[in-house]
């Protein structure tokens, strides 16, 4: 497998992340995909596999610093290069100021310090010229009450996208990140829990696209985003939310 260049999406088996790993393979990257969910693991890379793609996949948890390194060190020893990571791994989910910090601690380890451990332990496979794409949130940007942990995540997540970009631009690794709205994942969750999501008129016309988002359409900006055409594009954060966070709201 070494003579063909792979994409790293943690997160992949379900959601964006299979998305992402679905259209990355549609190119004909190769796939490896950190999945803590073996399940839907196993159902992505099956659907890569029977397109006739290559997919590696390792059980991680991108929380845990010792499985991300063991997974690193498996595709070093394959001969595995990365033309790309896109770390899209997360857990969601309100933590009011009355929640135990186990609650805080396990947001956090996920989704900010984990694309920080992957970053570490991938950079030898990165070669010059990749990317890096970090799926932060709208939620950095703006927020709703008791949400306090997925929003400090995400903002954090905006802040070490840019201090990787210059940190890794001697390398000429590209970092940058995608924040997105509203994505409706419900038909790309695994097979056993998937149902179509009940959306309804209103949900489409409040954005000022005309619709809820989808998974496709930020794999869609994953792949422009590593591409040679975002080669002067580092350290920067593509808002892909259909035009909600630019829209004013009042209450009449």
């Known amino acids: 497998m070494n003579d063909k260049q792979f994409v790293l999406v943690t997160g992949g088996g379900q959601g964006i992340g299979r998305a992402?790993?679905?259209?990355?393979?549609g190119r004909g990257w190769g796939?490896?995909?950190?999945?803590?969910?073996?399940?839907?693991?196993?159902e992505a890379r099956a659907e890569i596999a029977a397109a006739g793609g290559d997919c590696l996949l390792y059980g991680v948890d991108v929380g845990d610093e010792r499985a991300v390194a063991a997974a690193c060190e498996d595709l070093a020893g394959r001969g595995v290069s990365l033309g790309a990571l896109i770390n899209n791994a997360g857990i969601s989910g309100p933590t009011p100021l009355d929640a135990p910090l186990a609650a805080w601690d396990a947001v956090i380890?996920?989704?900010?310090?984990?694309?920080?451990?992957?970053?570490?332990?991938?950079?030898?496979?990165?070669?010059?010229?990749?990317?890096?794409?970090?799926i932060a949130s709208t939620r950095a940007l703006m927020s709703e009450p008791d949400w306090h942990a997925y929003d400090a995540a995400k903002g954090g997540l905006l802040a070490l996208t840019r201090s990787l970009a210059v940190t890794l631009g001697s390398r000429r690794i590209r970092v940058n990140a995608i924040s997105p709205g509203w994505i409706d994942t419900s038909l790309l969750k695994k097979g056993r829990v998937r149902r179509p999501a009940?959306?309804?008129?209103?949900?489409?016309?409040?954005?000022?696209?005309?619709?809820?988002?989808?998974?496709?359409?930020?794999?869609?900006?994953?792949?422009?985003?590593?591409?040679?055409?975002?080669?002067?594009?580092?350290?920067?954060?593509?808002?892909?939310?259909?035009g909600m966070t630019v829209k004013m709201i009042y209450e009449e």
């Open 109 to 134: 380890a996920v989704n900010l310090r984990g694309p920080f451990v992957v970053v570490k332990y991938a950079l030898p496979l990165l070669t010059a010229g990749s990317a890096v794409v970090n």
């Open 20 to 25: 992402v790993a679905r259209a990355f393979a």
């Open 31 to 42: 796939v490896a995909i950190f999945e803590r969910d073996g399940e839907a693991g196993e």
């Open 198 to 242: 009940a959306l309804r008129p209103v949900d489409h016309e409040q954005h000022p696209a005309g619709r809820v988002g989808r998974p496709e359409d930020i794999a869609a900006a994953c792949l422009f985003l590593v591409s040679a055409d975002a080669g002067f594009i580092t350290g920067s954060n593509l808002v892909v939310d259909g």
